[in-house]
């Protein structure tokens, strides 16, 4: 079974850092392509960064600027996003997807909540 | 960027009616276009990906179709457990979603 679980949410003030983790499960984890999506409070879905299977390649959403690093650890198959320099529009729940062929989400964990605020 | 619009925002429906839900796509998508759903507190949760093939699970009340611009999901009998909100999602051109359009009971 495929099991997706982040963790690393939490409160953080402006300017701040955060490190969220994805701990993959059920699959062969270095095959897949991984996303984060995160959803603002009572807000829709909105793709933030993506990686491939091997690490080698990332891409961001513009909205990043440079603030947050997606890498992964395939020997542990993890996935993270490190967040810098938050801000209060950043507070959203983010999700760990598996990506099929780099196309759509077909796995989903279940979410860690960051808030950002002073 | 490729914008994604969803109509209706909501759309109240009598349990074993059809719901008919729309997305359009500010350019084309061609058949990159996914449809997940979400229940409150939830992950999302695929339903359909390439317009019209269903994922794995997935009831056939579940139907997509579409092509370019324009994509339509019909859930043919709404089932309790279907009340939600369903987004598109094109990934086409990286990946982006529409604002999702809630089903309620009416």
């Known amino acids: 079974e495929v099991q997706l679980v982040e963790s690393g949410g939490g409160l953080v003030q402006p300017g701040g850092s955060l490190r969220l983790s994805c701990a993959a499960s059920?699959?062969?984890?270095?095959?897949?392509?991984m996303n984060w999506v995160r959803q603002a409070p009572g807000k829709g879905l909105e793709w933030v960064s993506y990686?491939?299977?091997?690490?080698?390649?990332?891409y961001y959403a513009d909205f990043i600027k440079g603030r947050f690093t997606i890498s992964r650890d395939n020997a542990k198959s993890s996935l993270y996003l490190q967040m810098n320099s938050l801000r209060a529009e950043d507070t959203a729940v983010y999700y760990c997807a598996r990506t099929f062929s780099g196309r759509y989400n077909d796995y989903w964990g279940q979410g860690t909540l960051v808030t950002v605020s002073s | 960027e490729i914008v994604m619009t969803q109509s209706p925002a909501t759309l109240s429906v009598s349990p074993g009616e059809r719901a008919t839900l729309s997305c359009r796509a500010s350019q084309s998508v061609s058949i990159n276009l996914a449809w997940y759903q979400q229940k409150p507190g939830q992950a999302p949760r695929l339903l359909i990906y390439?317009?019209?093939t269903r994922a794995t699970g997935i009831p056939a009340r579940f139907s997509g179709s579409g092509s370019g611009t324009e994509f339509t999901l019909t859930i043919s009998s709404l089932q309790s457990e279907d009340f939600a909100v369903y987004y598109c999602?094109?990934?086409?051109?990286?990946?982006?979603f529409g604002q999702g359009t809630k089903v309620e009971i009416k």
């Open positions: 999602q094109q990934y086409n051109n990286w990946w982006t």
């Open positions: 059920g699959f062969t984890f270095s095959s897949y392509e």
């Open positions: 390439g317009v019209s």
């Open positions: 990686i491939s299977g091997g690490g080698d390649t990332m």
